[in-house]
C-alpha cells in the first residue's frame, strides 16, 4: 500500500468509497433512516456532495491510500493557518480492505502533514455509534471534548398544497 496525494482521477473511486462507506457515520443516513429520502434524494448524494466540496476546495489538502492503481482509501483535511488547527474532515477505507490499518495510516500520514504545515493541534469528528472512529480516534492520542447533538423537526405541510 502506499500514501499518496489526491489526483483527480481518483475521484470516481474516492466517491465509490464513501457511498460504501458512511452509513454508520452519516448525519444524513441517520436522518433518512428515520424520516426516510429527503426529495427523493438519497443520503449518499448529500455525502458525496459535501467529500467532492473538500476535493474541490482543497485538492492539495487530500491524499489516498492505494494498491496499484486501485485506491482503497482516502482522507481529506485543512490545515487552517489563521488557528493552527488541522481538521480531518472526512476519512474512509473501502469496505473489502478495512481491518488492515489503512485508516490509521491515513491519519497519521494526515498528521505529519499537519506538522509540516506548522499546525499545533489536530481535530476529527465522528458520530456516537461509530465504532471504528470511537475505537480508532482515541487509539491515535485524539482525546473527546464534547459531544454534539443532531436535533431534527419533521415540518408538515398545509393539506393545500
Same mark, same amino acid.
Request: hydrophobic residues 40%; negative net charge.
Given at each position: 500500500? #502506499?500514501?499518496? @496525494? ?7 473511486? %474516492?466517491?465509490? *468509497? ?10 444524513? !443516513? /441517520? ?12 443520503? =449518499?448524494? $448529500?455525502? /458525496? !456532495?459535501?467529500?467532492? +466540496?473538500? &476535493? ?5 489538502? !487530500? ?8 485506491? *482503497? ?5 485543512? !490545515?487552517?493557518?489563521?488557528?493552527? %488547527?488541522?481538521? %480531518? ?12 490499518? *489503512?485508516?490509521?495510516? &491515513?491519519?497519521?500520514? +494526515?498528521?505529519?502533514?499537519? $506538522?509540516?504545515?506548522?499546525? #499545533?493541534?489536530?481535530? *476529527?469528528? #465522528? /458520530? ?18 464534547? $459531544? =454534539? %447533538?443532531?436535533?431534527?423537526?419533521? &415540518?408538515?405541510? @398545509?393539506?393545500?398544497?
Amino acid at each position: 500500500m #502506499t500514501l499518496r @496525494p489526491f489526483r483527480p482521477a481518483d475521484r470516481s473511486a %474516492i466517491r465509490r *468509497i464513501t457511498a460504501a462507506s458512511f452509513e454508520h457515520a452519516s448525519v444524513y !443516513a /441517520l436522518a433518512e433512516r428515520k424520516y426516510g429520502p429527503f426529495r427523493r434524494v438519497p443520503w =449518499q448524494e $448529500r455525502k /458525496l !456532495a459535501d467529500v467532492d +466540496a473538500d &476535493l474541490d476546495a482543497g485538492p492539495e489538502e !487530500a491524499f489516498v491510500a492505494a494498491e496499484g492503481d486501485q485506491v *482503497i482509501g482516502f482522507i481529506t483535511t485543512r !490545515a487552517d493557518e489563521h488557528t493552527g %488547527i488541522g481538521h %480531518i474532515l472526512n476519512v474512509a477505507v473501502d469496505p473489502s480492505h478495512q481491518g488492515r490499518g *489503512i485508516g490509521s495510516a &491515513l491519519i497519521q500520514h +494526515a498528521l505529519d502533514y499537519f $506538522r509540516s504545515k506548522g499546525m #499545533t493541534h489536530a481535530k *476529527i469528528e #465522528t /458520530l456516537v455509534g461509530n465504532a471504528a472512529g470511537e475505537h480508532l480516534y482515541p487509539k491515535l492520542g485524539f482525546e473527546e471534548l464534547t $459531544r =454534539q %447533538i443532531h436535533y431534527m423537526l419533521e &415540518l408538515p405541510q @398545509p393539506a393545500d398544497r
